[in-house]
């Protein structure tokens, strides 16, 4: 493999890690990324298909890593994630699709799978930090009428916050009662939770998983792939 192919190979890694640990602090710490961000990788992604040492083999690469702009799009419209978790992933996925350490084989939305793998771990830390509350006595459903059910989804889903920041609510108030809500909240529509002593569930910005996802790609591969090879292997 010529060194040339090499460098170019490494710069793609560097330059995607570089813009999605610019973009995940900025997200975690304002909840906004600006487009320009963005647009200058994006130019770096178009220039590095001209210094790749076959342009033919390049374009076609190009091309393919492409069919994630309609899943990236798609799912933003729904309100699954927001914009800039759109954007990054359309983006990187020009700058850089199919690289990885591993012999594992990867496709333009192994890192959105990974990504999407990697948010179920809030499950877990919803239900730790319920977990602990309860052994210390707390009465974490104070002032609920729910079933058994609804309350073991919600301390999957949330936790009771003093004081919210940066999540949305679950819960609602019929009569004088309280109820747990568990609709889909519109990832850029929906305003955070400001009210104290309420159940939420944690906005982490969906640009996070990403970054830890295109991590899992680079020394992992395809989580949900190779899972599926070992059963039939």
């Known amino acids: 493999m010529p060194d040339f192919f090499l460098d170019i190979y490494q710069l793609r890694i560097i330059f995607a890690l570089l813009m999605l640990s610019i973009g ?40 393919i890593s492409l069919i994630i702009v309609p899943i990236a799009l ?16 359309i983006v990187l996925s020009a700058l850089a699709s199919h690289v990885t350490f591993s012999d594992s084989f990867v496709t333009p939305i192994t890192t959105l799978t990974n990504a999407a793998l990697l948010s179920i771990v809030t499950i877990f830390v919803n239900l730790t930090r319920n977990g602990i509350a309860i ?11 729910e079933t058994k059910l ?3 989804c919600a301390m999957f889903l949330g936790y009771r916050s003093n004081k919210p920041k940066f999540s949305f609510s679950i819960e609602r108030i019929e009569g004088s009662n309280k109820k747990l809500d568990f609709s889909i909240h519109h990832a850029e529509h929906d305003e955070f939770c400001k009210t104290p002593n309420t159940w939420v569930s944690p906005g982490i910005p969906f640009l996070v998983y990403i970054a830890g996802g295109f991590i899992l790609q680079l020394l992992f591969g395809d989580i949900i792939l190779n899972s599926l090879t070992s059963l039939y292997v």
């Open 24 to 63: 995940s602090t900025l997200d975690l710490w304002k909840r906004t990324v600006h487009d320009s961000l963005w647009i200058a990788f994006g130019v770096i992604a178009i220039v590095l298909v001209f210094l790749e040492p076959s342009f033919s083999d390049a374009i076609v690469e190009f091309g």
């Open 74 to 89: 798609i799912t933003w419209r729904m309100g699954v994630f927001g914009g800039a978790d759109a954007f990054c992933l």
């Open 135 to 145: 052994l210390n006595h707390k009465n974490i459903f104070e002032g609920f009428t």
């Open 150 to 152: 609804r309350k073991t």
